[in-house]
């Protein structure tokens, strides 16, 4: 059993709990790496969180960005965060955290998100960067390695996909019927739950109410879930992927119903890899349910420069 231990009565300290797990407020392991949160702002109408490790790297060390996935923010990543001791950058999507929400659905199109990355970049006098994308991140940083690989080291791409493919496409159908009908936001939620994480997580039974209560402190609103939807739709990038060589690694749980080992081998494949790093036992969000073995996974990927 992988999940956290928790047990609270109460829904709302429940949340505040899990946030402090996923955020590592106070760390159960020695070996985290405490980091200095050192600038937040917005360009581009991307909204971003700066860090690095307290033991200061070299001024010209290469940062990583850290893409979120569907209806996703970098908080979920502040505990990986102090996992990976390199300098980082984290970017929230488009309708999600605290970038803007545009009413118009082809400005979240990953290719048009991919070009406003590339402004971000320039505007932070990032020249190279690496890429770590999750799920519907990981279709963002495919789609800025290439539109934009000079901008690109390596990428690491976790728990995603180089096409939708039949069966994706269902679920996100039935994703956005359920949304155009007006299902609320925490049954759209019960929904992505059992799709997200693996039955052995969700298996404690304070562990549901907690991502429920954490999920309803955020809002999202409705043009950014249609437009994240529509994204998702249209993306395949199949053909242009086999001709690129930065990718490192492909990263999911074993576990993961989303994007199953066959499509992480589908897509190691077109990579030029040998085979996909599977986490044992791990659901879709790999990131909560795994962060220790997803950093290494991750470390050994894209390694700091030396």
Same mark, same amino acid.
């Given at each position: 059993?992988?999940?956290?231990e928790?047990?609270?009565?109460?829904?709302?300290?429940?949340?505040?709990?899990?946030?402090?797990?996923i955020?590592?407020?106070?760390?159960?392991?020695?070996?985290?790496?405490?980091?200095?949160?050192?600038?937040?702002?917005?360009?581009?109408?991307?909204?971003?969180?700066?860090?690095?490790?307290?033991?200061?790297?070299?001024?010209?060390?290469?940062?990583?960005?850290?893409?979120p996935g569907?209806?996703?923010?970098?908080?979920?990543?502040?505990r990986l965060?102090?996992?990976?001791?390199r300098?980082?950058?984290?970017?929230?999507?488009?309708?999600?955290?605290?970038?803007?929400?545009?009413?118009?659905?082809?400005?979240?199109?990953?290719?048009?998100?991919?070009?406003?990355?590339?402004?971000?970049?320039?505007?932070?006098?990032?020249?190279?960067?690496?890429?770590?994308?999750?799920?519907?991140?990981?279709?963002?940083?495919? %789609?800025?390695?290439?539109?934009?690989? %000079?901008?690109?080291?390596?990428?690491?791409l976790v728990a995603?996909?180089?096409?939708?493919?039949?069966?994706?496409?269902?679920?996100?159908?039935?994703l956005?019927?359920?949304?155009q009908?007006?299902?609320?936001?925490?049954?759209?939620?019960r929904?992505?739950?059992?799709?997200?994480?693996?039955a052995d997580?969700?298996?404690?039974?304070s562990?549901?109410?907690?991502?429920?209560?954490?999920?309803?402190?955020?809002?999202?609103?409705?043009?950014?879930?249609?437009?994240?939807?529509?994204?998702?739709l249209?993306?395949d990038?199949?053909? %242009?992927?086999?001709?690129?060589?930065?990718?490192?690694?492909v990263?999911?749980?074993?576990?993961?119903?989303?994007?199953?080992?066959?499509?992480?081998?589908?897509?190691?494949?077109?990579?030029?890899?040998?085979?996909?790093?599977?986490?044992q036992?791990?659901?879709?969000?790999?990131?909560?349910?795994?962060?220790?073995?997803?950093?290494s996974?991750?470390?050994?990927?894209l390694p700091?420069?030396?």
């Amino acid at each position: 059993m992988h999940a956290p231990e928790f047990s609270l009565s109460s829904s709302r300290g429940s949340a505040h709990l899990l946030i402090s797990y996923i955020q590592a407020d106070k760390p159960d392991k020695p070996d985290i790496v405490t980091t200095a949160n050192l600038r937040t702002g917005q360009h581009a109408g991307l909204f971003y969180r700066l860090m690095q490790p307290i033991q200061e790297p070299a001024a010209s060390e290469t940062p990583l960005v850290l893409l979120p996935g569907l209806l996703s923010d970098g908080r979920q990543f502040l505990r990986l965060a102090r996992l990976l001791r390199r300098r980082l950058c984290i970017v929230d999507p488009l309708g999600a955290g605290q970038s803007e929400v545009p009413t118009h659905e082809a400005d979240y199109q990953l290719s048009a998100q991919s070009d406003r990355l590339a402004e971000l970049l320039s505007a932070l006098d990032f020249p190279t960067v690496d890429l770590a994308g999750f799920s519907m991140g990981g279709m963002w940083a495919q %789609q800025l390695l290439i539109r934009h690989p %000079q901008r690109v080291r390596r990428v690491s791409l976790v728990a995603t996909t180089a096409a939708i493919d039949p069966r994706l496409r269902s679920i996100v159908l039935g994703l956005s019927a359920q949304h155009q009908a007006g299902v609320s936001g925490l049954n759209l939620f019960r929904t992505l739950l059992i799709l997200f994480f693996s039955a052995d997580f969700l298996e404690p039974p304070s562990i549901i109410p907690m991502l429920e209560a954490l999920w309803g402190e955020q809002q999202h609103a409705p043009p950014a879930i249609a437009g994240q939807l529509a994204a998702l739709l249209s993306h395949d990038l199949r053909e %242009q992927l086999s001709h690129t060589t930065q990718v490192t690694s492909v990263i999911a749980g074993s576990e993961d119903f989303l994007m199953p080992n066959k499509t992480q081998l589908k897509l190691a494949t077109l990579c030029g890899l040998a085979a996909p790093v599977l986490i044992q036992g791990a659901g879709h969000a790999l990131w909560i349910e795994r962060p220790d073995e997803l950093a290494s996974a991750l470390i050994h990927a894209l390694p700091p420069d030396t």
